[in-house]
């Protein structure tokens, strides 16, 4: 399958900060990424749309203020969680859409946990 | 609001018995349906997924999609404990979104 990168593999920052992950497609030009958050024992929550050129579409209940979506090359999302809180830590994963896939089929990456002191 | 359900767990199977895991969905518009496995820690892998009525097989794994009963399944043949993991399905709309069910936990019981 496709491989998409995330780093960092994981972040500890103090509250009152911002925090940047990169999410990179490896091996496809990815023109749809998507951004999901995940608390424990808890399934994958949708957070925001990235598209290769245009700006996010955010999920409802999703501050996009908060949460900066930027998806500047076809290989390259990244997101910012500006003004971190501790209620901001969380396992952020990226997934690409590879466009030589059948529709909606992602590839995640590895993940990014986030912990807010 | 599109729905997909499964049943959390855990199942536990004994080692090299066949796991089954169901979903079911509550649109009808539902065009791709996915499996993934996710170790704790991990972030989810794809498994197989699954467009047509009927089963798709992929080595030990099998899904089966039946859209009249709205319903999706994963059967894992010969299980292994390295099998033991949470496996999400997810729905596919054609709008590149996808909607994650919470989950099954399996435990492969050597």
């Known amino acids: 399958g496709a491989v998409v990168s995330q780093h960092p593999s994981w972040v500890i920052c103090k509250s009152g900060t911002s925090v940047k992950i990169e999410c990179r497609s490896l091996?496809?030009?990815?023109?749809?990424m998507f951004w999901y958050r995940q608390f424990p024992k808890q399934s994958l929550m949708l957070m925001a749309t990235?598209?290769?050129?245009?700006?996010?579409?955010?999920e409802q209940g999703v501050e996009k203020d908060k949460f900066l979506i930027n998806h500047a090359s076809l290989t390259l999302s990244t997101l910012t969680v500006t003004s971190a809180h501790p209620e901001d830590s969380s396992f952020y994963i990226c997934?690409?859409?590879?466009?030589?896939?059948?529709?909606?089929?992602?590839?995640f990456g590895p993940g990014t946990r986030l912990t807010v002191l | 609001q599109k729905e997909v359900e499964q049943n959390s767990g855990p199942l536990s199977v004994p080692e090299g018995a066949i796991a089954s895991l169901n979903c079911t969905y509550s649109d009808r518009g539902s065009q791709s349906f996915f499996w993934f496995r996710q170790y704790s820690g991990k972030s989810p892998e794809l498994i197989m997924f699954?467009?047509?009525?009927g089963d798709k097989e992929d080595g030990r794994f099998t899904a089966q999609l039946n859209k009249a009963s709205q319903y999706v399944s994963l059967l894992i043949r010969d299980s292994q404990p390295s099998d033991s993991a949470t496996y999400l399905c997810?729905?596919?709309?054609?709008?590149?979104?996808?909607?994650f069910g919470t989950g099954t936990r399996l435990t492969i019981i050597p």
């Open positions: 997810a729905g596919g709309f054609g709008n590149e979104k996808l909607t």
């Open positions: 091996d496809f030009q990815a023109t749809t």
């Open positions: 997934s690409a859409r590879d466009p030589a896939r059948p529709t909606d089929t992602q590839y």
């Open positions: 699954i467009y047509s009525n």
């Open positions: 990235s598209n290769e050129g245009s700006k996010a579409t955010y």
